[in-house]
């Protein structure tokens, strides 16, 4: 428009002191192009509308369909509508979405791209921007944006189907040979009462029946109380390695949580890392608990986990040792043991806790760690890849 | 669309473009000729020559196409000079031929025969020469368009190498070189339709009508608005390549099909809308503002009217008839002086003006916030920070000034009700006091009122007077209460014993001296409650 106030000067001299029709015809004719299209541009863009359908929960390596309906909503047609989607470099290699087409009187268009899933994690699609302008270029074009939407990339499950874990749980779903602990909901079978049986295993109906003293013989078994202590604190990880540690560390986690879920055991998750989804350091745990429903709960959070800094390993170790229940087994995971850490958990197995120690990663001092570990009693293992995470499944049986 | 593709550069449809835009070019260079072809014939009367716009529309074409096609040759066998000469030498013998063609066969054997005579002299004419000049000034302007349309039609081969940046062309500089150049030929053009139809005295009125100008006009700002549409969209097109984004492929056309009714739209409005004003700015203005006072002045009327039909009564009270006639309010007239010159124009002109001069002043304010917006330094200069700023702390001043006046009208209004409460209140307490009582009555009443005085003040201080008492045995109570005020009050007693029971003669001077016992012993009195250890040892002695 600047470019031609020059003119317009000109012309309203004209028209003002010359009183010259034609001069005011332009004049009208300029400025009523540049004021419709102005017009036109604003409320166009305001009655477009941009929905992003796809599934916004992804396994690892998935391809995320997205489908993108632009529609315009005016009885204005849109000349060229620019689109851009701006979308995480992890998902799509860094190409954004371009594309320019117009718009008919309440048309749609629709764009369809696929995202690979090469990374777990919280991601934004969008935000979307549009702009339009006139077709002579008169006008600023017009531009709006569109905010963006989520996508959560659950992280990867390593099959632990051979994975074995101690526990001081005396009723559980385990069954053991030891028969130190006796669990009466299993009932094993009836024999004859000895001298030194006690009383409440006499079982009465069947006394009566037979006519004489008959007692219940139970099952032994554990059950696996299990509770995940996953450390994302920044210090705790070989600075060199940390990124791919701590993805190794929620593939761990996740993978311990898929196999309690197969096991039906309880699992619960402690962390330290930031919630992207709040922004915080994640405060609350995840209490134990068993079923599909927990299990997806537990898996949203480790997708969107991310290193955090504000909360200690040692003030983690502690809230788990406050929270958890005698016998609870606790598989701290973490990029390395400090001594503070090592007599937390220590404390912890006196509480009666289970604690075993998951090392990730390429600690700086694992052979130090591996004595100081078996000098507390505590079982260590380490994990230095996914593949190395199986095979450890395996050594531990 | 699937998978987002890598955008291809833009298809080569270089040539039906390239086409469209030296139809458009030579369209409005033909508008010009036109109204070029009106002025010729006010200054030259002898003026016969018909068809002069299509000659320039040919020419110009010519000289686009001309151009094109050399520009498609290798520079090496290029001779720029001797092909513009081997050009103009076809121009003039073409225009010859077709000046001589419009006066018939005859007139081409006789203007051969001319040649005889004189050839230079007889072949360029005045007439002829003139025609010629309007050509080259034709061919000319056409040359200028040449180098800006050549740097924004799209060429797939020189965007590649400007996407590797191998190369650069600032598409936005020759855009405005290209509007630059068409408002000053569209300026030329309004100039000229003034001058020919403008009432100018050393200038033959032209018979052609005023319309047929308009209309040249507009079909040449339509033409040049198509042209720059499709030079916005090489632009837009070449900044949509280079940013990697895809173009859907029926955008062109969509592109001049809605720029044409886009422009068809804002012609419809335009050549609806007032162009003319039978009542100029000042007249509109005096009959706005005029308006506006006769509103206030009717509002002025609503607000005053009670208040002078109160006052018209109270002067009614006064019976002064004649500030009656001088307070009664009138209502004003709405007399602008536009009413005589409006009356006898039709209604429609006085709309018509009313509704220019609005439309005008409208879009010359919009066109100023828009530049002031649009420049930044304008903008922070007319942001009225420091109005505003100033406005502000102005308010603030007046607000504290009005808060410290109301805290100070409160204050003084409480302490004046205060004051009034206080003059009030001691009125009502400050009784008249005992000396002025008895300055008006008989000395034996003073003292009989003396004595009363002192047994008020006893009640006051807790030692009534029972009705049984004599004033002997009252005495004798105080005494027990205060024995320090035995001296004084048996002689004040004794005084009021005198005064009430006996028929003995009362003095001044034993009022005074009744008067002087009260007082003696109020301070006795007052001492004694002051320090009761006194009292006590007193009393114990």
């Known amino acids: 428009m600047l470019d031609y106030l020059p003119f317009l000067i000109f012309l309203m001299i004209l028209a003002v002191f010359l009183q010259a029709g034609p001069a005011l015809t332009v004049f009208y004719m300029i400025v009523g192009i540049f004021l419709l299209g102005l017009w036109w541009n604003k409320r166009a863009l305001r009655h477009v509308k941009i929905e992003r359908h796809y599934e916004d929960h992804a396994y690892l390596n998935e391809i995320v369909h997205v489908r993108l309906t632009i529609e315009n909503e005016s009885i204005l047609p849109i000349l060229w509508l620019e689109i851009h989607e701006s979308l995480p470099v992890n998902l799509r290699a860094g190409q954004n979405v371009k594309q320019v087409f117009s718009l008919g009187i309440r048309a749609s268009h629709q764009i369809d791209y696929d995202l690979r899933a090469f990374k777990r994690g919280y991601f934004e699609l969008g935000p979307t921007s549009i702009s339009t302008g006139d077709p002579l270029g008169m006008v600023k074009p017009a531009q709006q944006n569109f905010p963006s939407t989520l996508l959560t990339i659950y992280p990867q499950i390593v099959g632990l189907s051979e994975l074995g874990l101690p526990s001081r749980s005396p009723f559980g779903t385990i069954q053991r040979q030891n028969p130190i602990f006796e669990d009466p909901t299993r009932l094993m079978g009836k024999r004859a009462f000895q001298s030194g049986d006690s009383v409440r295993r006499v079982d009465w109906k069947a006394t009566a029946a037979i006519g004489d003293l008959m007692v219940k013989l139970y099952e032994a078994s554990i059950a696996l109380n299990l509770t995940v202590l996953l450390d994302l604190q920044r210090e705790s990880y070989n600075i060199q390695s940390i990124h791919d540690s701590t993805e190794l560390a929620v593939t761990a986690a996740a993978s311990l949580a898929a196999w309690a879920k197969r096991r039906q055991h309880t699992m619960g998750l402690l962390t330290n890392g930031l919630d992207p989804h709040t922004g915080l350091t994640v405060e609350k745990p995840i209490p134990p608990g068993k079923g599909a429903g927990h299990f997806i709960n537990v898996l949203e959070l480790l997708a969107r986990i991310q290193i955090g800094e504000t909360r200690s390993t040692l003030q983690l170790i502690q809230d788990a040792r406050a929270r958890l229940s005698w016998g609870t087994t606790l598989i701290y995971i973490s990029g390395g043991v400090s001594t503070g850490a090592f007599k937390q958990l220590f404390q912890a197995r006196k509480a009666g806790l289970n604690p075993v120690i998951l090392l990730v990663g390429h600690p700086t001092h694992l052979a130090e760690d591996r004595r100081v570990a078996s000098g507390y009693h505590l079982p260590l293992y380490a994990a230095g890849s996914v593949q190395a995470l199986r095979t450890m499944a395996a050594k531990v049986l | ?541």
């Open chain 2, 1 to 541: 669309m699937t998978e987002n593709p890598v955008p291809q550069p833009p298809a080569d449809n270089r040539q039906p473009l390239s086409l469209l835009n030296d139809l458009l070019i030579s369209g409005m260079l033909t508008c010009l000729a036109f109204i070029l072809a009106k002025l010729l014939p006010a200054l030259y009367p002898a003026w016969t020559v018909r068809g002069l716009p299509l000659m320039a529309f040919l020419v110009s074409l010519e000289g686009l196409i001309a151009h094109r096609s050399r520009a498609g040759r290798p520079k090496v066998i290029e001779t720029p000079f001797l092909s513009t000469a081997a050009e103009w030498v076809l121009i003039l013998i073409l225009t010859k031929l077709a000046i001589m063609l419009q006066g018939g066969l005859a007139g081409i054997w006789q203007e051969i025969l001319s040649w005889q005579q004189g050839f230079f002299r007889h072949f360029f004419e005045i007439q002829y020469g003139l025609v010629i000049f309007i050509l080259f000034l034709i061919w000319g302007i056409t040359r200028l368009y040449i180098e800006p349309i050549n740097q924004l039609e799209e060429d797939k081969n020189l965007m590649a190498q400007e996407k590797l940046g191998y190369a650069f062309i600032d598409r936005q500089q020759a855009r405005r070189s290209l509007i630059g150049l068409i408002f000053t030929i569209g300026s030329s053009m309004i100039g000229l339709t003034v001058l020919l139809n403008g009432e100018i005295e050393f200038m033959p009125l032209t018979e052609t009508p005023t319309r047929n100008f308009v209309s040249v006009l507009l079909i040449y700002f339509v033409l040049a608005f198509i042209f720059m549409a499709l030079n916005q969209y090489a632009i837009m097109k070449a900044r949509w390549f280079f940013n990697d984004i895809e173009v859907n492929a029926d955008l062109s056309k969509r592109w001049l099909r809605f720029t044409l009714v886009f422009i068809s739209i804002v012609i419809v409005v335009s050549v609806f809308l007032p162009t003319g004003f039978a009542i100029g700015f000042y007249p509109i203005l005096s009959a706005i503002l005029q308006g506006l006072i006769f509103i206030v002045g009717v509002l002025q009327f609503i607000v005053m009217a009670p208040i002078a039909f109160l006052l018209t009564l109270f002067s009614s009270l006064l019976s002064t008839e004649e500030s009656v006639e001088q307070i009664r309010p009138v209502m004003p007239e709405f007399n602008p002086d536009t009413t005589e010159a409006v009356a006898t124009l039709p209604l429609w002109d006085v709309v018509k003006s009313v509704l220019f001069w609005l439309v005008f002043i409208g879009v010359i304010v919009f066109a100023v916030l828009y530049y002031i917006r649009n420049r930044r330094g304008l903008k922070d200069f007319f942001r009225f920070d420091r109005l505003r700023a100033w406005l502000r702390d102005f308010w603030a001043w007046i607000k504290r000034g009005a808060k410290q006046l109301g805290a100070f009208t409160a204050e003084t209004a409480q302490k004046g009700i205060q004051g009034v409460r206080l003059i009030l209140t001691e009125r009502r307490v400050k009784l008249p006091s005992l000396a002025d009582l008895v300055k008006g009555i008989s000395p034996r009443q003073a003292v009989i009122l003396t004595y009363l005085d002192w047994v008020r003040w006893n009640k006051e201080n807790g030692l009534s007077r029972r009705e049984s008492q004599t004033p002997a045995e009252y005495a004798a109570a105080i005494r027990t209460r205060w024995p320090e005020v035995e001296a004084p009050l048996k002689a004040f007693t004794n005084a009021f014993i005198q005064a009430r029971y006996t028929r003995q003669a009362i003095e001044k001077p034993q009022v005074d001296a009744a008067q002087n016992l009260l007082k003696d012993l109020k301070a006795l009195i007052r001492q004694a409650e002051a320090n009761p250890d006194n009292l006590k040892n007193q009393a114990s002695t």
